[in-house]
């Protein structure tokens, strides 16, 4: 007799039960089986990417965005305009690792893991919204492009990223059912995109009318609501956060896009070369249009003060643009990304789908900020690389459909065969290459789509994703992070072990020095003064209660002029106790009077 008080399993609620159950479900969903193998692919065959040694950081802003996640938990308070999701990632990324000397390395790790994943969760949300094969096509775009792990050297673009790409793919949901739960959802991850990038509040405005033109007539005011009360809670909430600990309730992005807008003169201002590009920029800015003080850090008042200036600037910007989209998406797939996407936006329009390609284009609409400020990283263009992709899926899918179609084939082949002329034409050999292997895929796909009778999923998966990893090139080597060794690293160590924390260490670059856990006061700021003498450099740092100086190529090759006054006094008014790989990395002691 079985035992009343541990009655027998029933049928289907075994303890694997459940289990088998999501197995189940799991292969009936072939979109999420493919995402899941692909995603294991790219951590395998990018392993290296995620475990960097600290030469591998960006030691500007991935250790800054790093450093401000340690400050989060010491106490500090950001504003809206101080990307604050991006400091409370690194704050939980750090939690582990806080007694390490290498705790900046394992935090960027563990926090590059996370941003990938969320890349990836973005493509798979916004695939499960496009037709077949598009979907899996833009799955297989994903895996073959490098631009996921080109987008870590500044954490705030790929949060960011990930999470407008999720707002997308509730906005196409929305669109698909009318569901106001998708509003409800869009809204509110463009509210935490906001606390990611200050694009965010940008796309916080777009999505509005965005959100009232896909819903239905009866459901407009309830669109509207759904569409502004999210991001103005998290927004709102955190001003008010930070505004009770500072007394300041402010986004406090003003300050921030008025020093973008002073690195923007990099457009057509060169420097001398003697000192820190972006230094040298923002000085000639003032000279032009001002102090930030003196325009109350407005763009507008500065522009208003030299218009002219600021003309020649959005030109040059303007002319350079091209060169940095082919550049963002990488030299081999730009020429496809463009031409395929072009492609899917005519397919969408003459299927009479307008309000899709609104959708895709409207996500995209915070890039022309770039246009007032003049500056542009490589990553700004692939904020919005789910639109592309997403356009460029359909572009494609729309050419595997075209392959038993002689006329269609006859255009394709005519496009391709015209960007591989322009590609000489311009001695753009990268694009030459590009249009070389799609003409090549495209007519071994005619082939077997004629004589095999092959599936557009088997041309697909034998022809396209064959050629997309030709263009993708070579993977890093995998490797066996060693910690300790190289020579920045030994420079760290040397600084937590000899010197008490919080020592203020004059540097180039803050990144080493805030691993080690002094205060970095950095020589690339334009708050340093110029020197003649070499001795003027030991008597200001010694008031300026500077006790040690780390020298990187941040010092040596980003400030020359001042490395060689420094360099003069080694020996009289610097000491130096450590040095490593020839004198790349040196620790220099600032002696007393």
């Known amino acids: ?20 159950t999501v197995l189940r479900r799991l292969s009936g969903d072939h979109l999420l089986v493919l995402a899941l193998v692909l995603l294991a692919a790219g951590l395998f065959l990018n392993q290296a990417e995620f475990v960097p040694n600290l030469r591998d950081l960006n ?16 106490g500090w308070l950001p504003t809206v305009g101080s990307s604050p999701l991006v400091s409370i990632l690194y704050a939980l990324t750090c939690l582990p690792f806080l007694d390490s000397p290498f705790w900046l390395v394992h ?37 073959v492009s490098p631009l996921f792990t080109s987008l870590f050297r500044y954490p705030s673009d790929p949060l960011y990223s990930a999470l407008a790409g999720l707002s997308l793919a509730e906005v196409l949901a929305f669109h698909a059912n009318h569901n106001l739960r998708h509003a409800w959802g869009s809204s509110a991850l463009v509210g935490l995109a906001a606390l990611a990038r200050n694009d965010g509040v940008l796309l916080a405005l777009v999505l509005v009318p965005l959100l009232l033109l896909l819903a239905p007539k009866g459901r407009r005011w309830r669109a509207l609501v759904a569409s502004v009360l999210p991001p103005v809670a998290l927004i709102g909430g955190v001003i008010l956060i930070s505004g009770l600990q500072s007394g300041t309730f402010t986004l406090g992005t003003f300050e921030r896009t008025y020093s973008n807008f002073e690195d ?12 820190n590009r972006v230094v040298e920029a923002r000085l000639e800015a003032r000279r032009l249009f001002g102090t930030p003080e003196e325009n109350h850090y407005s763009v507008w008042n500065a522009i208003r003060r030299n218009p002219v200036a600021y003309l020649a600037r959005v030109r040059a910007f303007s002319i350079g643009l091209p060169s940095v989209f082919l550049e963002a998406y990488g030299k081999r797939f730009a020429a496809a990304f463009v031409v395929f996407a072009a492609a899917g936006f005519l397919t969408l329009v003459r299927r009479r789908e307008y309000k899709l390609p609104v959708a895709l284009v409207a996500f995209a609409l915070p890039f022309l900020s770039v246009f007032v400020i003049t500056i542009i990283r490589l990553s700004y263009p692939r904020l919005w690389w789910f ?17 038993g179609q002689w006329p269609r084939v006859a255009v394709w082949s005519a496009v391709w065969g015209a960007v591989a002329v322009y590609g000489v034409a311009d001695n753009k050999l990268a694009i030459y290459y590009t249009a070389a292997v799609m003409l090549t895929a ?7 789509a004629r004589r095999e009778r092959a599936s557009a999923a088997a041309i697909l998966l034998a022809v396209f994703l064959p050629a997309g990893l030709i263009l993708h090139g070579s993977f890093p080597s995998p490797k066996i992070r060693q910690l300790g060794v190289a020579g920045d690293e030994q420079a760290l160590l040397y600084l937590r072990d000899h ?9 180039g670059i803050p990144g080493v020095v805030q691993a080690a856990g002094m205060n970095p006061a950095t020589l690339s700021s334009t708050d340093v003064p110029q020197f003649d003498d070499p001795a003027e450099v030991v008597r200001w740092m010694r008031v300026q209660d500077m006790q040690v100086v780390y020298v990187d190529a941040g010092l040596y090759r980003d400030n020359p002029a001042l490395w060689s006054l420094i360099e003069a006094e080694i020996g009289s008014g610097f000491q130096r106790v450590f040095v490593a790989e020839e004198g790349n990395y040196q620790v220099l002691l600032v002696t007393p009077p």
């Open 107 to 143: 935090s960027a790790s563990l926090a590059r893991l996370i941003l990938y994943g969320l890349l990836w969760l973005c493509a798979y949300r916004i695939a499960r919204r496009l037709p077949t094969p598009a979907a899996a096509i833009l799955l297989g775009m994903t895996f």
């Open 264 to 275: 923007g003169q990099q457009a057509v201002y060169e420097g001398t070369g003697e000192r």
């Open 499 to 507: 010197f008490p924390p919080g020592t203020l260490v004059a540097t």
């Open 59 to 74: 030691m500007w802003d991935e250790a800054a965005w790093i450093q401000s996640g340690r400050a989060i938990l010491a």
């Open 442 to 448: 495209l007519w071994i796909g005619i082939i077997l």
């Open 387 to 403: 639109s592309v992709y997403a356009l460029a899926a359909i572009g494609l899918s729309e050419l595997v459909g075209a392959l």
């Open 1 to 20: 007799m079985g035992d009343a008080s541990n009655p027998a399993p029933a049928a289907g609620t075994s303890s694997d039960g459940w289990v088998r």
